[in-house]
T-cell receptor, first 112, second 113 residues
Framework: QKEVEQNSGPLSVPEGAIASLNCTYSDRGSQSFFWYRQYSGKSPELIMFIYSNGDKEDGRFTAQLNKASQYVSLLIRDSQPSDSATYLCAVAGGTSYGKLTFGQGTILTVHP | ETGVTQSPTHLIKTRGQQVTLRCSSQSGHNTVSWYQQALGQGPQFIFQYYREEENGRGNFPPRFSGLQFPNYSSELNVNALELDDSALYLC????????????FGPGTRLTVT
């Protein structure tokens, strides 16, 4: 079992729709959860982080965390073509203190 | 506020050679982590440096080594390069050790032929 799992996609949504990206993790002691956006040929850009169970909203982005289910998600409202990128879920803490463990990323395509 | 910078941007080396990659952390950040990202994969943790000491290491052989300097900048050294070392090498800085938010530099694309 991979430590952090994401659907590789590609996930295709129409412009203006809600994109839902999901991630599960295996280390129950994990404490910190991050979403990075990576455009082709570029480095990852931190867009959201969440530490507590529940929802965290920032503009069009909402991160959701459920530690009991070991599940974290990212919702993108009013998706735009400029949101087309690979979204990486990363987990830290627990047995991997200080180290970010990444999923393989989900490719999101927003079509006009 | 200056972000994370890395040099060089691109590098081509021959198998068996040695390479040094450099990273300057974001202003106010004292922790630097290095990651290797192969094409189509998520970044893999190499090691982290906090106040000039190694503060955790991933599953990489000893030919991957590093340094952190008093100004918190860092180097990644790779000896005896192998073809599989071809990847994007990413440096990330954070304001403290542990599970803090990490901000990535632009990366160094290394090609080993």
């Amino acid at each position: 079992q991979k430590e952090v799992e994401q659907n590789s996609g590609p996930l295709s949504v129409p412009e203006g729709a809600i994109a839902s990206l999901n991630c599960t993790y295996s280390d129950r002691g994990s404490q910190s959860f991050f979403w990075y956006r990576q455009y082709s040929g570029k480095s990852p850009e931190l867009i959201m982080f969440i530490y507590s169970n529940g929802d965290k909203e920032d503009g069009r982005f909402t991160a959701q965390l459920n530690k009991a289910s070991q599940y974290v998600s990212l919702l993108i409202r009013d998706s735009q073509p400029s949101d087309s990128a690979t979204y990486l879920c990363a987990v830290a803490g627990g047995t991997s203190y200080g180290k970010l463990t990444f999923g393989q990323g989900t490719i999101l395509t927003v079509h006009p | 506020e200056t972000g994370v910078t890395q040099s060089p941007t691109h590098l081509i080396k021959t198998r068996g050679q040695q390479v040094t990659l450099r990273c300057s952390s974001q202003s106010g950040h004292n922790t630097v982590s290095w990651y290797q990202q192969a094409l189509g994969q998520g970044p893999q943790f190499i090691f982290q440096y906090y106040r000039e000491e190694e503060n955790g290491r991933g599953n990489f052989p000893p030919r991957f080594s590093g340094l952190q300097f008093p100004n918190y900048s860092s180097e990644l050294n790779v000896n005896a390069l192998e073809l599989d070392d071809s990847a994007l090498y990413l440096c990330a800085s954070s304001p403290g050790q542990g599970a803090a938010e990490q901000y990535f530099g632009p990366g160094t694309r290394l090609t080993v032929t």
